[in-house]
């Protein structure tokens, strides 16, 4: 029998079958729309990943406090500090010794020593709670990978002067931010000289404000004089950066008279942090698409199922078609193209539902973890769709094989006797 009869034969039956059929194809349908969505949702965010995290500084490594059994978390370049880092709690905060020890390692380039907190700020009658940086004018102009929108640097003699980052300056106020406008930071007033452009990212100043670090101290609570939230250091070598963390360390632990045990602070690159972030964001993948993969063997029994009645109202017709002299593998091959064209169908409307819904994501706005904002980034590739389709075909006429083979080994005199 030619392919072309058994193709045509395969679709007339899933033709008069079509509620059942279609009720097997919606399993599928749902089960490849949350394969493309969830594959496409995990390339995005190691996109993200990869382009924040990458825009971060090659050649920067952060110590902060916090080590030993507590987990810390990440804080970028100047002006790229997220939040309150996790600390032990008996953790000591950075001093200024620990900057003169720093100094010492071969290497170095520079180093900037930030205070940070979170303080409140009034603009025309409205109230924010924004996270506040301060650093040292001149290093962080040349440590800081963010860009200015508007408006001018922190220079040395400035003191009651800050740099907006881009999210507070556009979204945080009815009426947005711009250069020389005066806010309060908790009851001080301060003129705005410059607007970083948006960059997004872990760790982003999108939602930062940067003052000078004497500023810093006097706005924010419970900061101590000779005391800092985070030291970077900037590599005068890339290629040095592992030998300066490991030889910074090694000296930090030796002034502070601790072991790998007791260590209170923590130290990391961005390079590290990104191949932590990037692990992460492969195992949440990982396990969603799993959940997603689910679905499709639902699917896939629904398919076996609709397999198996089908060849039971053929019963007959099987019969029939084997006693004009059709063989065993014709009969396997109608069924085994009617489950594949069933795993086609749904494959081809759950790739235009997965991408729709992938499509639409990034239009809700809806941030992911902590992107500065920026929107839910998703990816779709022709080989991801090519391989949806491929799956779902190949998990229609897998769900097949049972139902076909036994519908290939029915004798024609017990086929033609069953009613």
């Known amino acids: 029998m030619k392919v072309r009869k058994s193709l045509r034969l395969a679709v007339n039956i899933l033709v008069h079958s079509k509620l059942r059929s279609w009720l097997t194809i919606i399993g599928i349908v749902i089960g490849i729309a949350a394969v493309v969505a969830i594959v496409s949702i995990g390339a995005g965010l190691q996109q993200d990943v990869e ?18 059994r507590a987990s810390a978390g990440f804080r970028g370049p100047p002006g790229h500090e997220q939040g309150s880092t996790a600390t032990s709690t008996d953790a000591e905060n950075l001093t200024k010794k620990d900057v003169q020890v720093l100094q010492s390692v071969d290497g170095v380039a520079l180093i900037q020593a930030t205070v940070s907190g979170q303080g409140e700020v009034y603009y025309l009658g409205e109230k924010a709670s924004v996270s506040i940086e301060g650093v040292d004018p001149l290093v962080w102009k040349e440590m800081t990978t963010s860009e200015l929108a508007s408006g001018r640097f922190l220079g040395p003699s400035d003191y009651n002067v800050v740099i907006v980052g881009n999210s507070i300056a556009e979204n945080t106020f009815k009426q947005p931010l711009t250069v020389n406008r005066m806010i309060t930071i908790e009851d001080k007033p301060f003129r705005i000289v410059g607007i970083l452009q948006e960059s997004g990212g872990f760790g982003g100043d999108d939602r930062s404000i940067i003052m000078p670090i004497d500023a810093a101290r006097d706005t924010l609570e419970d900061v101590g004089e000779e005391e800092f939230d985070s030291i970077t250091i900037k590599a005068a070598n890339t290629d040095d950066v592992e030998q300066i963390m490991e030889e910074a360390e090694q000296k930090l632990l030796i002034s502070r008279h601790l072991t790998e ?156 006797r069953y009613e």
């Open 51 to 68: 382009s924040h995290l990458g825009g971060l500084g090659a050649d920067l490594i952060t110590i902060s406090p916090g080590g030993g």
């Open 261 to 416: 045990d007791t260590k209170d602070f923590r130290i990391s690159s961005s390079q590290s942090t990104l191949e932590t972030m990037s692990d992460i964001t492969q195992t949440i993948s990982s396990f969603l698409t799993a959940i997603a993969a689910v679905s499709l063997l639902v699917g896939s029994v629904g398919i076996a199922n609709t397999m198996f009645t089908s060849v039971l109202e053929k019963t007959k017709e099987i019969g029939i078609m084997k006693a004009i002299g059709a063989k065993n593998g014709d009969i396997m091959m109608i069924f085994l193209l009617n489950s594949a064209i069933v795993g086609l169908v749904g494959g081809l409307l759950g790739i235009g539902l997965g991408t729709g819904i992938s499509s639409l994501l990034p239009l809700l706005g809806m941030g992911i973890m902590g992107m500065g904002g920026a929107g839910m980034t998703t990816v779709i590739t022709p080989l991801l769709l090519i391989g949806a389709l491929l799956l779902s075909m190949g998990i229609g006429m897998a769900a097949g094989v049972i139902p076909a083979y036994r519908a290939s080994k029915l004798k024609p005199v017990d086929a033609l």
